[in-house]
């Protein structure tokens, strides 16, 4: 019983709750405006790419495929603080939410690109040619015969990478961007008690269970079976 | 120009860098051989979990999985680096980092070997068994080695991803490739250690993303 009412003064203590509750809840605020912007900017700008490459100009394929291994391959810590140490050295000040934004846009960027690639081109040649028969011009197959089919495919893959990379928005921590585990580390070293990580920990489980749950639903509604 | 070669491609302190970096190098190959062998095991047993006829077993894995790829990483991490403390337990960084990993990465590896396990038609389960093997016997002679073979590209990219997803050890001061780099960016003022191991990073890295974008390419075709 002591040993139990003790594991609760640690790690469920009320009075830390109640004191560390508004920081938590501004730590989920950054949370979230920060993952929105990603998950805007990454899939929009993996779109355009994605759909550039389609032109098939040959030096421009060649770069956008360097951007995407480059993005693909190495780990985001390191892209974060080679960009939040590096810049600044050359005159280039970005605050520290900005660089986290910066960092994961371009690889939500680098693998939505590769998935809606694949998608792009898991649609058929006939859809094409039968789109261009019918006299639709090369733009036009693309945004209302080939794209709408291609989206679809790429939406069970694309959710779950969606939610890895905006989990990585816990990455800000080491630079200092106020998000959740920021916070909770924070007040976990002013009160010398852990309560305060395991709100940080339940405050992500809250955001992310019903993205992880709605990605698992998709993936058996748009069943991308490769058999 | 010569501001951004002197401070990200700055060859003389890449060179004095470099020994301090090659440990990091080791320490982080030490991680994967640890924590990828922990991830493929702990991926099937929850695989084989969420796939019993037991409804009980179903929930707790089903549950597990999802949890654990609810929380980022690092934050797990954390959690049992700074946290197990205040339970009296202390942790080294290595075996915070093999927890943190053993449990993130199970829950990865055991819904790619799940969707492969359901690939494989219910045929070659019936098939197996009127044989007169043994219900693990076929899942270990019969039904793997085909969903092995079905997710491949999927083993293979989730993969790579632990191998990046090790820099974050370097939060926990894990002196590995990045958190040696980091070290030497303090020690010198100037960007390029990092650069070197991000180069380090891509030589590791680049030819399996490579391989992974064709092995996508020909299963979806």
Redesign the interface.
């Known amino acids: 019983m002591e040993a139990w009412s003790r ?1 609760l003064d ?2 469920f203590n009320w009075i830390i709750i109640e004191r560390y509750f508004p920081a938590i809840m501004k730590g989920v605020v950054v949370t979230i405006e920060i993952a929105g912007a990603v998950v805007v900017t990454g899939t929009l700008l993996g779109l355009m790419l994605a759909i550039a490459r389609t032109f098939r100009m040959l030096p421009v394929n060649a770069l956008i495929v360097i951007f995407v ?2 993005f ?8 974060v ?2 960009v939040y ?2 810049l600044p ?3 280039i000040n970005l605050p520290s939410f900005a660089v986290l934004w910066l960092v994961l846009s371009l690889v939500l960027t680098a693998f939505a690109e ?1 998935i809606f690639w ?1 998608g792009i ?2 649609i058929p040649k006939g859809q094409w040619e039968a789109a261009r028969s019918t006299g639709l011009g090369f733009l036009a197959t693309l945004a209302f015969i080939v794209l709408p089919q291609a989206i679809r495919l790429t939406v069970p893959p694309l959710t779950n990478r969606t ?2 990379i905006t ?5 800000g ?2 630079i200092g961007v106020g998000e ?2 920021n916070q909770a ?1 924070t007040a ?1 070293s002013f009160s010398g ?2 309560t305060p ?2 709100m ?2 339940i405050a ?2 809250i ?3 019903p ?3 709605l990605g ?1 639903l998709l993936e058996t509604r748009f069943a991308w ?3 | 120009m010569e501001a951004i070669i002197q401070q990200f491609f700055n060859l003389a302190i890449m060179e004095r860098a470099l020994p301090l970096i090659l440990s990091g190098l080791r320490e982080t190959i030490l991680i994967c051989v640890l924590v990828i062998p922990l991830g493929l095991a702990g991926g099937l047993a929850c695989a084989i979990m969420s796939l019993s006829r037991l409804r009980v077993a179903r929930w707790v894995a089903v549950a597990g999985i999802d949890f654990f790829r609810a929380i980022p990483p690092l934050v797990l991490l954390i959690f049992i680096y700074a946290g197990l403390p205040f339970a009296g337990l202390r942790p080294s960084p290595m075996t915070a980092v093999a927890i943190a990993f053993f449990l993130n990465t199970s829950s990865y590896y055991g819904e790619i070997y799940r969707a492969g396990i359901e690939s494989v038609g219910q045929g070659q389960w019936d098939a197996a068994r009127s044989t007169g093997l043994k219900g693990y016997q076929t899942l270990a002679y019969v039904v793997l080695p085909q969903a092995v073979r079905n997710v491949l590209p999927d083993l293979v990219s989730n993969t790579v991803e632990v191998v990046k997803l090790t820099s974050i050890a370097s939060v926990v001061a894990l002196p590995e490739l990045l958190y040696s780099a980091d070290m030497a960016r303090s020690v010198t003022f100037n960007s390029s250690p990092i650069v070197l191991a991000a180069a380090i990073y891509l030589v590791m890295l680049w030819p399996v993303v490579r391989l992974i974008s064709r092995l996508e390419r020909r299963v979806a075709a």
């Open positions: 594991f640690t790690f291994d480059v693909r391959a190495l780990p985001p810590l390191v892209l603080l080679l140490f590096g050295n050359i005159g590769e694949a081109l898991s939610i890895a989990k990585n928005t816990a990455l921590t080491v959740i585990l580390t976990q008690n852990a990580l395991m940080g920990a992500y489980v955001l992310f269970i993205v992880v749950v698992r079976r490769r058999v």
